[in-house]
Structure formats: structure tokens, C-alpha cells
């Protein structure tokens, strides 16, 4: 039987309406949000009970990872959004958004494997860990025969993607929670390996496919970070470990989605 899938689509081109804004930091996204809802950087100070200059230099570098809960708590916001701006701000109806609504972004169409392409939609392939022969239980990433993801291309190229540099990944397991839950996908420009520090990348370790937040180290070395730092610890890698574990950087991660 073939599977069904779920496609976005608006009246000009494929939506990916869960685009994540991977450009700004958790202090900048708090700013706006704060500046817009009148909030006095003090008061919120006093909230959350922590010097003036404390939360200055939240707005300024990023809210510390133990306070990413509180602050959410406290102004009901979105873990999500708050750290990658993805997804609405606020949880719900809160005090300081009384007229909000949901809306409709977009249709969602049904396809399957034998839904012919149209015009302005793509294929991305999904990697994969496969099994290499001679039962070494070794692995190595590889692009999926059968697994596909559809893809508008105007969405591609407001991004600077082309289509045949972009592969999808489906996150295993809890280490990027709770912005990348287990299950979801992202999309990798696999000629953007430049690393960023603090920005999210696709790497295979050892044929192993992992999904982590990158930093550079002195001396080509690599800090691999996952969001949920509480049950995972960053790994840290020299130049000569990078070539002796096979760890690679595949591509950065561009586009996520989550489906709960």
C-alpha cells in the first residue's frame, strides 16, 4: 500500500509554514516581544526576580538555558518560538494577547507515491543509516530509495536552496527537544558547511546521522551541542578526533517541522 503524506500548499506556491527563524537569538526574539506588549525591561526584572542589567544581558547575548522555562512560564510563552521562533509566540490565550485568532495559512492536499509532481514542486531525498554488508554493524548515511519529501520551489529559493543540494533528516530521540521533537524532519543545504557557532547542522559521526547545534574550537576542533543539555553533554572534538571518529558536518539545517 502506498503511504499518504501531508502537503502544504497556498494559492501561489507550497507553503512551509513551520519555517524556523534560525537567524536571531531567544534575547532578541524576548526584546520585540517584550517592546511590543509594553512590558518595562525593570518590571520584568522584578518578575523574574534578577537584576535590571541581568536581563540586559539576556536581551543582548540570549536567555540562559536554565531560565528558558521560567521566562515562558512567567509570559506564557512558547518554548518553541522562544528559542527558534518557530510557531506562534503564545500558549494559548494569555493576558497579553486578547484578540488573538487562529488562522488558515494554507490548504492541505493528500498525496501519495503515484500523485504526479506539479510545476513548482520538487523531491527531497531522506537520509538515512544503512548497514553495511559483511555484518561489521557498521553504518554509513545514504539517501533513501523510497523516501521522498515534497518541496515548493519558490520556498527553496527564498532560502538560497537549490533543490539538488537539499536532503531531508527525521530527528531520533530527545536531545534536540523541545524546539526538534523526536519524529520530526528538517531539510539540509548540504553546501552550507561553514560552521556558524550556535547554528544547526546534519552531521554523520561514524554513519551515524545526528542533528546537533555546532561551535567552532581553536584549531579546527568542533563543540557539539544538543537543546536539551539537561540528559545530553556537549562532546567536544579536536581536529585529529574529527578524522579519526569520522565525523563530518553533512549540511545546515535551513527548514524544520514538527507534527504532534
Same mark, same amino acid.
Given at each position: 500500500?502506498? *503511504? ?33 506588549? %509594553? ?9 523574574? +526576580? ?14 540562559? =538555558? ?18 527558534? +521562533? ?25 498525496? $501519495? ?9 520538487? !523531491? ?12 561489521? +554493524? ?7 530509495? $523510497? ?15 537549490? =533543490? ?18 523526536? %519524529? ?5 543545504? !548540504? ?6 557557532? %550556535? ?6 559521526? =561514524? +554513519? ?36 579519526? *571518529? $569520522?565525523?563530518?558536518?553533512? %549540511? ?9
Amino acid at each position: 500500500m502506498d *503511504q499518504q503524506y501531508v502537503y502544504l500548499t497556498d494559492a501561489a506556491s507550497p507553503v512551509n509554514s513551520l519555517f524556523m527563524d534560525l537567524h536571531k537569538h531567544s534575547g532578541e526574539r524576548l526584546r520585540a516581544y517584550l517592546q511590543k506588549n %509594553g512590558w518595562k525591561f525593570t518590571d520584568f526584572a522584578s518578575m523574574m +526576580g534578577v537584576a535590571p542589567q541581568n536581563v540586559n544581558n539576556w536581551l543582548d547575548r540570549g536567555v540562559p =538555558a536554565n531560565r528558558h522555562r521560567e521566562v515562558c512560564k512567567k509570559l506564557g510563552l512558547s518554548m518553541e518560538w522562544l528559542l527558534d +521562533g518557530n510557531g506562534p509566540e503564545e500558549v494559548g490565550l494569555t493576558t497579553h494577547a486578547p484578540h488573538a485568532q487562529a488562522e488558515l495559512a494554507g490548504v492541505v492536499e493528500e498525496w $501519495d507515491d503515484e500523485t504526479p509532481l506539479d510545476p513548482d514542486t520538487v !523531491t527531497l531525498p531522506f537520509l538515512k543509516e544503512v548497514e553495511l554488508a559483511a555484518g561489521t +554493524g557498521r553504518t554509513a548515511v545514504e539517501p533513501s530509495s $523510497d523516501r521522498k519529501l515534497r518541496f515548493g520551489k519558490m520556498s527553496l529559493k527564498k532560502k538560497g536552496v537549490q =533543490a539538488e543540494h537539499a536532503v531531508a533528516v527525521t530527528i531520533r530521540g530527545n536531545s534536540m527537544e523541545p524546539v526538534l521533537l523526536d %519524529g520530526a524532519t528538517v531539510a539540509v543545504n !548540504t553546501v552550507d558547511k561553514s560552521v556558524i557557532d %550556535g547554528k544547526i547542522y546534519a552531521i554523520s559521526h =561514524a +554513519g551515524q546521522l545526528r542533528v546537533k547545534l555546532l561551535y567552532r574550537l581553536p584549531g579546527g576542533g568542533l563543540r557539539v551541542r544538543s537543546y536539551n543539555r539537561d540528559d545530553h553533554a556537549d562532546e567536544e572534538y579536536s581536529q585529529d578526533q574529527l578524522q579519526d *571518529q $569520522d565525523i563530518h558536518i553533512i %549540511g545546515r539545517v535551513f527548514w524544520g517541522a514538527a507534527f504532534f
